[in-house]
């Protein structure tokens, strides 16, 4: 069985470069570091999608280990859907508005 693409909403790769210009602007190891770290989340969550637990419903939520930042996402049949990398620690919930 192939792994599922994932499909992100348009907010969560703004959330992506924004969240990487901060740490560009502060230091490009830091940028490289939680690029890292994404990437390597977003592989463990395509390896098993349902390794995490559910989160606000229907979604699922993976922390990031170094960096204050979670991923918010959902699988459906045809793709795991990234809905946000929220911060931890600003806005909770904001959102849960969102559709893909």
């Known amino acids: 069985m192939s792994a599922k693409p994932f499909a992100f909403h348009k907010d969560a790769g703004l959330e ?3 969240a990487f210009a ?3 602007a502060h230091s490009r190891n830091a940028a ?3 690029m890292d770290e994404l ?3 977003l592989a463990s969550i395509q390896d098993a999608p ?3 637990p559910l989160f606000e419903g229907c979604f699922r939520r993976y922390l990031l280990r170094r ?3 979670y991923i918010v ?3 459906t049949d045809q793709s795991i859907e990234v809905i946000a990398l929220a911060h931890g620690r600003r806005r909770p919930g904001y959102w849960r508005v969102r559709t893909m």
């Open 22 to 24: 901060w740490y560009m």
């Open 16 to 18: 992506v470069e924004a």
């Open 50 to 52: 349902h390794r995490w």
């Open 39 to 41: 990437e390597q989340a």
């Open 73 to 75: 996402y959902r699988e």
């Open 32 to 34: 490289v570091a939680f």
């Open 67 to 69: 960096f204050p930042f």
